[in-house]
């Protein structure tokens, strides 16, 4: 009867952790027992190493490293197939994420009553929130938008979270295009600072350095204190992107709105962040290229014990397949009876 083997968990640091020392613990045993084939059979041939390197013992070099070179390699060899057999195996289909491939973005809307006003984009006739969701969609057109899971905050009087780490893109258009989310809020000036607060508390149990900020505001009232810190999550990976005129204001409630850039430049500043004009521009490419970046996974491209057990049986299993070549064609000088000649060759010994 053969008893199964039981599969640990790679995701589970007890399950990879145990999986590594029974790695260990198998390749100490394949050490002891090769060591003593080893010595066994350095035993039985030191009798007859004359016949093998001749009297001088030519090139004995080779053949003295060789044992130490087969015992690391049957070592790594178990030590790898030993974690294969014992961590459960992982399957992913063509076009399948890894959980730890995805990319965090935290998207601060500004949805108050001065997103309404006409005077954005190009022509100057176009909504500010609808000149948003242009450079938002642009955005996501322009990066591998399935990587990214997206988390809206919508800001006005107060900060409420509309959807959180989805990885729809129609969800975030129909949240851009179709939901009048201005309606959820009371009237009053719009608090910027508390949507960058309810970004942080969202994004403070991710990892360090795993998410991005983008916010997206006209900047009519911003407050010029009680700026929030962001968590390690986001850190400097901050990026306000203005929309509306940043020069002629509209009346609006019986004040003049407009973009007021110099305040976005500086609360991006404070937040160590990149302020960019997109009333009329689209995000840069270098823009666009740095926030992909920043939000890549900082461990997406680490090896795991898996990919390290592969490489261990195969190097291992290399090296026990070349040694024995190499030591048949440069483990010994010696041609037992035949002998050097004038012209530099060599003939039979008389």
């Known amino acids: ?107 601060v809307l ?15 006739k176009q909504k500010r929130s609808e000149r948003a969701a242009d450079l938002i969609q642009s955005f996501f057109e322009r990066v591998q938008a399935e990587r990214y899971k997206t988390t809206v905050i919508a800001v006005a009087s107060e900060a409420k979270p509309v959807v959180l780490d989805t990885t729809d893109r129609e969800v975030i258009r129909n949240i851009l295009t179709e939901l009048p989310m201005r309606h959820a809020f009371k009237p009053g000036e719009t608090n910027m600072f508390a949507g960058l607060e309810e970004a942080a508390r969202v994004a403070k149990p991710w990892p360090p350095g795993s998410a991005v900020l983008m916010v997206v505001t006209d900047g009519d009232t ?80 680490r090896w795991t014990a898996r990919e390290y057990a592969l490489l261990c049986v195969g190097t291992g299993a290399g090296a026990l397949a070349l040694i024995p070549a190499i030591l048949m064609l440069f483990g010994t000088g010696w041609e037992p009876g035949r002998r050097p000649t004038p012209e530099g060759g060599s003939g039979p010994r008389r």
């Open 1 to 107: 009867m053969v008893m199964p083997i039981p599969k640990l968990d790679p995701t589970s640091a007890t399950g990879l952790n145990a999986a590594v020392t029974a790695g260990f613990v198998i390749a100490a045993i394949v050490v002891v027992v090769a060591v003593a084939a080893e010595l066994l059979h350095y035993l039985r041939v030191r009798r007859v190493a004359a016949l093998a390197f001749g009297p001088r013992r030519d090139r004995l070099f080779l053949s003295a490293v060789a044992p130490v070179l087969r015992v690391l390699a049957l070592a790594t060899v178990a030590w790898g197939l030993t974690v294969l057999l014992t961590v459960e195996p992982k399957s992913h289909k063509p076009g399948e994420i890894k959980e730890s491939e995805y990319r965090h973005l935290v998207l």
């Open 110 to 124: 500004d949805v108050s009553r001065s997103m309404e006003v006409e005077d954005a984009g190009g022509g100057g």
């Open 222 to 301: 911003v407050p010029t204190t009680g700026m929030p810190k962001m968590p390690a999550s986001i850190g400097g990976n901050v990026v306000m992107v203005g929309v509306g005129n940043p020069t002629v204001g509209k009346s609006l409630g019986g004040h003049t709105t407009r973009q007021d850039a110099s305040t976005l430049r500086q609360v991006a500043t404070r937040l160590n962040g990149t302020y960019h004009d997109g009333n009329e521009k689209q995000l840069t490419t270098a823009l666009v290229s740095s926030i992909d970046e920043r939000a890549k996974p900082k461990t997406g491209d």
